[in-house]
């Protein structure tokens, strides 16, 4: 059966900006742009030329791709004619392919925000179509509040639409700017434009999540017969979001009656791609992926309860949709207070630590975890020091060094320029093969600032652990979580340090204590050990 093409239109790089808090230099655009277009997407819009320093020079700078360069910008302003506009001509000047401008659909916004006739409206919709047109470029229409004004006046709503149209816009884009139109509303107005004469494969949808429906809003327009979908990557986008193409892609791929009816230029080695793209672009905005995010998350794929995780031991096709793999996730099995024995065996495997069915000392390992998550370790958040704990109950952790005293101080003075600074140090010192070893060290980084306590602390476990020395050295901590898991005077800190080291290889441990140094220490000590076990040390 040929199945129907579906075109993917990423705003990423303009609408993901408008997130509070977002904020691209020119040289991470161009990282985002060549992630997407290695995705497969068939469109991805650059920014708005002329609007601001950053999205000019990545006009200037644009890499060559294989998907549609876009650039952003809004149909004439009243008074000026399409060839003497200054803004529509910087957005020429972008040299892109292809040219989407927003226009205003909804008669309110063209009276009270523009201040316009509606008249007038249409005709600046028309003219700019047309002129983008008649320079060769591939012209795309956003109308904007379409939805809101279609509900309003659906006659005017319709008409700014064949003007476009009819104008040569390529896609004409049906745009949920508020983000308010439910699903159903979405199928139902997407099916009456067609039926008034604009053809399903000239429209667009772009909508937004402000009740969550974004991703189903856009699926509705689909089934109603819309083939150009908008979004953005982790559904980045002005105030709750736009419809995120890392759900969207993987649900047209592989669900009924999506993967059936139509195509998309995201290949399925594309597809395998999207976890890592997912979290390289958190990693470029320094932001914790969301765990909960559906195919990419770090729990997507997680099975914490026993009964679920003797299941997937048999079959992972009982609690899971589908397999982890094709977006380029992982199945994790967590260990927790819930976990069974099917839990807890499946872990150590991973681990390379077998242990035979109905062995005794799973009955106590599990008791013994049970025991710490109630004092406020958590496992499923912490495999690395899951391990070690295990290990230790099993008699299979090495005794690679001692710790037999550590002390840290916090000083407050005056430097030369006479401003309060801070200045931690710390004092370790271990045992290995029998010798001991001493080491100091401070927290300052190369500008001279103070990192804290738990950097000097961290500096100075690391500094001399003799012939391990060489292991370690490529290691450091690239996360540092703090939780309070107890109120009042009975307050119990738990920290969660995440290292990595320069295989990529990336481990979390965690520490317990009422004192947020001594809980630091603890899951220090488990990340260097963890480090050691698997560079196979003795």
Same mark, same amino acid.
């Given at each position: 059966?040929?199945?129907?093409?579906?075109?993917?239109?990423?705003?990423?790089?303009?609408?993901?900006?408008?997130?509070?808090?977002?904020?691209?230099?020119?040289?991470?655009?161009?990282?985002?742009?060549? &992630?997407?277009?290695?995705? /497969?997407?068939?469109?991805?819009?650059?920014g708005w030329p002329g609007a601001n320093p950053t999205d000019s020079a990545f006009f200037d700078a644009v890499p060559?791709?294989?998907?549609?360069?876009?650039?952003?910008?809004?149909?004439?302003?009243?008074?000026?004619?399409?060839?003497?506009d200054d803004v529509l001509a910087a957005v020429m000047n972008a040299g892109t392919q292809a040219v989407c401008i927003v226009g205003k659909t909804h008669d309110f916004h063209? @009276?009270? &925000?523009?201040?316009?006739?509606?008249?007038?409206? %249409?005709?600046?919709?028309?003219?700019?179509?047309?002129?983008? %047109? /008649?320079?060769?470029?591939?012209?795309?229409?956003?109308?904007?509040h379409f939805f809101d004004g279609y509900c309003a006046n659906p006659d005017y709503a319709l008409e700014c639409l064949r003007a476009a149209y009819e104008g040569g816009a390529r896609w004409v884009v049906l745009c949920d700017t508020n983000g308010g139109t439910l699903p159903t509303e979405i199928g139902r107005i997407v099916g009456e434009v #067609?039926?008034?004469?604009? *053809?399903?494969?000239?429209?667009? #949808?772009?909508?937004?999540?402000?009740?969550?429906?974004?991703?189903?809003?856009?699926?509705?327009?689909?089934? $109603?017969? !819309?083939?150009?979908?908008?979004? @953005?990557?982790?559904?980045?986008?002005?105030?709750?979001?736009?419809?995120?193409?890392?759900?969207?892609? *993987?649900?047209l791929m592989l669900k009924p009656?999506?993967?059936? $009816?139509?195509?998309?230029?995201?290949?399925?080695?594309?597809?395998?791609?999207?976890?890592?793209?997912?979290?390289?672009?958190?990693? #470029?905005?320094?932001?914790?992926?969301?765990?909960?995010a559906a195919y990419v998350g770090a729990s997507a794929f997680a099975h914490k309860a026993g009964l679920h995780a003797s299941a997937i031991l048999k079959d992972p096709s009982t609690y899971e949709h589908i397999d982890p793999e094709t977006v380029g996730n992982a199945r994790i099995i967590p260990m927790s207070n819930q976990a069974g024995q099917s839990n807890l065996r499946r872990r150590l495997a991973e681990a390379g630590i077998e242990v035979a069915p109905g062995d005794a000392r799973l009955a106590r390992l599990l008791e013994v975890i049970k025991e710490?998550?109630?004092?406020?370790?958590?496992?499923?958040? $912490?495999? !690395?020091?899951?391990?070690?704990?295990?290990?230790?109950?099993?008699?299979?952790?090495?005794?690679?060094?001692e710790v037999k005293r550590y002390k840290v101080t916090v000083e407050r003075r005056k430097n030369k320029y006479d401003r309060m600074v801070s200045l931690s140090e710390a004092v370790v010192v271990v045992k290995v093969d029998g010798e001991k070893k001493l080491s100091?060290?401070?927290?300052?980084?190369?500008?001279?600032?103070?990192?804290?306590?738990?950097?000097a602390l961290a500096r100075a476990l690391a500094k001399?652990?003799?012939?391990?020395?060489?292991?370690?050295?490529?290691?450091?901590?690239?996360?540092?979580? %703090?939780?309070?898991?107890?109120?009042?005077?009975? !307050?119990?800190?738990?920290?969660?340090?995440?290292?990595?080291?320069? &295989?990529?290889?990336?481990?979390?441990?965690?520490?317990?204590?009422?004192?947020?140094?001594? &809980?630091?220490?603890? !899951?220090?000590?488990?990340? #260097?050990?963890?480090?050691?076990?698997?560079?196979?040390?003795?």
């Open positions: 059966m040929t199945r129907e093409r579906l075109y993917l239109y990423d705003t990423t790089l303009r609408d993901g900006q408008q997130t509070q808090g977002v904020s691209f230099s020119t040289p991470e655009k161009i990282q985002i742009a060549e &992630a997407l277009d290695r995705l /497969g997407v068939d469109y991805i819009e650059g060559q791709t294989r998907a549609t360069l876009t650039a952003f910008g809004m149909t004439k302003r009243a008074g000026r004619s399409a060839e003497n063209v @009276t009270e &925000a523009l201040g316009i006739t509606l008249e007038k409206n %249409v005709e600046n919709i028309a003219r700019s179509v047309a002129h983008l %047109v /008649g320079q060769g470029r591939e012209a795309l229409f956003d109308a904007e #067609i039926a008034a004469g604009i *053809p399903g494969d000239r429209l667009g #949808i772009h909508t937004h999540d402000d009740t969550e429906n974004a991703v189903a809003g856009s699926l509705a327009a689909v089934d $109603a017969g !819309a083939r150009q979908v908008q979004g @953005t990557l982790n559904g980045l986008g002005e105030r709750c979001g736009n419809a995120n193409l890392t759900t969207l892609i *993987p649900t009656p999506y993967a059936e $009816a139509y195509e998309i230029g995201v290949s399925r080695e594309g597809l395998k791609s999207l976890t890592a793209v997912s979290r390289q672009l958190d990693e #470029i905005l320094n932001r914790v992926p969301l765990r909960q710490r998550e109630d004092q406020g370790y958590t496992y499923d958040s $912490a495999q !690395a020091s899951f391990e070690i704990l295990a290990r230790k109950e099993l008699g299979q952790m090495p005794a690679f060094f100091v060290s401070e927290s300052m980084d190369a500008e001279g600032c103070d990192r804290g306590p738990v950097n001399d652990l003799g012939p391990y020395q060489d292991q370690i050295a490529d290691m450091h901590l690239v996360d540092f979580k %703090v939780r309070i898991t107890q109120g009042g005077t009975e !307050a119990v800190t738990r920290v969660i340090i995440d290292s990595q080291d320069s &295989a990529g290889r990336r481990w979390s441990t965690v520490g317990v204590s009422p004192n947020i140094v001594d &809980a630091s220490f603890e !899951a220090l000590l488990d990340a #260097i050990n963890w480090k050691l076990v698997h560079e196979g040390a003795v």
